[in-house]
């Protein structure tokens, strides 16, 4: 076996054992790079809400080109191509291309990182054409086939074929959830040729990549459906509790600053006797999402319980988080939730704590939280206390 094959197995075993998503696509272009040593690879993805592919990592490409490049996914680039068919391009037509020019690309190769077999389009159009050859042929298109029976009129040219599969429901559905993204490998500087082994190679290695992306993604929902709130989308108080236990320990350790905010949406249950409980869920999910804009990402935000929401402020001093808070306060008491034709006047009230001589434990910290929330409720609401 030869040392690029074991360096091949080593580095896909690597990809497979990792489940972080980022970690996987940089030990993809790095396998790419030192075993084929392209002028430049590049790597792009399919946003599939956004409804473009977003380029992400390059190698040899000028700084800033690929990154946050982003191709609508209807548009008619080569680019695009193998996310519609699922099969590589080798120096595919380009002509009057405006992406395949801001790249400079000549000679070139565009992998598609798929993540699931395709159904068969004779299985998908219930077909009965048996002598097509096409036919019986696992998770084949026949658009990638010649001689395919879809009309009748004999062998069709290439150009005929394209324009007939361009008004075919199948193709014109363009299947992106079955590609993760697109590998362009490219050559277009040293005029090194990409062989048809490369590609295919690339191809092989590029699938196992896209399954190892779809089980990330899959261990990610698992993981987010265990700690985060099935409403709002926040951390839910068991994954809470647990980072609060580590983080206050954390502090003690090695002498660092922590504050916690414990808050509560003021006079609740007026909001949904008034208006139901579908528009008092939406008015948690609107809080929600302003207490997740507000705050850093260093910082964990949860729901902590019915209309009760938690944040543990990272390094944060008192101060510091009494300002936050108030910000936070002043947000929702000055922009009112809109529903439909009305708007809901909604006020929180908060509590805030820091680790201090006498609350040096998870106990203190949430108890001090807690009495301060109490005490901003017991002095009129839609204010911050301290404690």
Same mark, same amino acid.
């Given at each position: 076996m030869e040392?690029?094959d074991?360096?091949i197995?080593?580095?896909?075993?690597c990809?497979?054992?990792?489940?972080?998503?980022?970690?996987i696509?940089?030990?993809?272009?790095?396998l &790419?790079n030192?075993?084929?040593?392209?002028d430049r690879?590049?790597?792009f993805?399919v946003k599939?809400?956004k409804e473009? !592919?977003?380029? =992400? @990592?390059?190698k040899?490409f000028?700084?800033? @080109?690929?990154?946050g490049m982003?191709?609508p996914?209807?548009?008619?680039?080569?680019?695009?191509?193998?996310l519609?068919?699922?099969i590589?391009?080798?120096?595919?037509l380009k002509?009057?291309?405006?992406y395949?020019?801001?790249?400079?690309?000549?000679?070139?190769?565009l992998i598609p990182?798929?993540?699931?077999?395709?159904t068969?389009?004779?299985k998908?159009?219930? *077909?009965g054409?048996?002598d097509?050859?096409?036919?019986?042929?696992k998770w084949?298109? *026949?658009w990638?086939?010649?001689?395919?029976k *879809?009309?009748p009129g004999?062998?069709?040219?290439v150009?005929? =074929?394209?324009?007939q599969?361009?008004?075919c429901p199948?193709f014109a559905?363009?299947?992106f959830?079955?590609?993760?993204?697109?590998?362009?490998?490219?050559n277009?500087?040293s005029?090194?040729?990409?062989?048809?082994?490369?590609?295919?190679?690339?191809?092989?290695i590029?699938?196992?990549?896209?399954?190892?992306?779809n089980?990330?993604?899959?261990?990610?929902?698992?993981?987010?459906?265990a700690?985060?709130?099935? @409403?709002?989308?926040?951390?839910?108080?068991?994954y809470?509790?647990?980072? !609060?236990?580590?983080? &206050?320990e954390?502090a003690?350790r090695?002498?660092e600053?922590l504050?916690l905010?414990? *808050?509560?949406?003021?006079?609740?249950?007026?909001?949904?006797?008034?208006?139901?409980?579908?528009?008092?869920?939406s008015?948690?999910c609107?809080?929600?999402?302003?207490?997740g804009n507000?705050?850093?990402?260093?910082?964990?935000v949860?729901?902590?319980g019915?209309?009760?929401?938690?944040?543990?402020?990272?390094?944060?001093?008192?101060? !510091?988080?009494?300002?936050?808070?108030? =910000? &936070?306060r002043?947000?929702?008491a000055?922009h009112?939730?809109?529903?439909?034709?009305r708007?809901i006047?909604v006020?929180l009230?908060f509590g805030?704590?820091?680790l201090?001589?006498?609350? &040096?434990s998870?106990?203190?910290?949430?108890?001090?939280?807690?009495?301060a @929330?109490?005490?901003?409720?017991?002095?009129?609401?839609?204010?911050v206390?301290?404690g």
């Open positions: 040392s690029s074991i360096t197995i080593e580095m896909l075993g990809i497979y054992e990792d489940l972080d998503i980022d970690m696509e940089e030990r993809f272009v790095e &790419v030192q075993v084929f040593a392209f690879v590049a790597l993805f599939h809400k473009v !592919l977003h380029g =992400k @990592l390059a040899g000028d700084p800033g @080109l690929i990154q982003e191709i996914i209807h548009s008619k680039s080569v680019l695009m191509s193998p519609i068919t699922g590589p391009m080798h120096n595919p002509n009057k291309d405006p395949v020019d801001l790249l400079q690309l000549d000679n070139f190769a990182i798929v993540n699931k077999k395709r068969s389009c004779w998908l159009k219930n *077909c054409a048996t097509c050859p096409a036919y019986g042929k084949l298109r *026949c990638l086939v010649a001689g395919t *879809c009309s004999g062998e069709l040219t150009e005929e =074929k394209t324009e599969c361009s008004n199948i559905a363009h299947d959830q079955a590609t993760e993204g697109v590998m362009i490998i490219d277009s500087l005029g090194k040729p990409i062989t048809d082994d490369m590609v295919t190679l690339l191809s092989i590029a699938h196992s990549v896209g399954n190892a992306i089980n990330s993604k899959h261990y990610t929902r698992t993981l987010d459906l700690i985060r709130d099935s @409403l709002t989308g926040l951390h839910n108080r068991r809470f509790d647990e980072r !609060l236990l580590d983080e &206050v954390r003690r090695y002498g600053r504050s905010i414990i *808050c509560d949406i003021d006079h609740f249950k007026k909001v949904n006797d008034t208006y139901g409980h579908p528009v008092g869920d008015v948690l609107w809080v929600a999402n302003i207490l507000a705050l850093r990402k260093s910082d964990v949860s729901r902590y019915g209309e009760e929401f938690a944040a543990l402020l990272i390094d944060t001093d008192m101060d !510091l988080s009494i300002q936050i808070a108030e =910000k &936070v002043s947000i929702i000055e009112p939730f809109r529903h439909v034709n708007d006047r006020t009230s805030v704590s820091s201090a001589s006498d609350s &040096v998870f106990e203190g910290l949430i108890s001090r939280a807690d009495m @929330l109490y005490s901003a409720k017991a002095q009129g609401r839609n204010r206390s301290s």
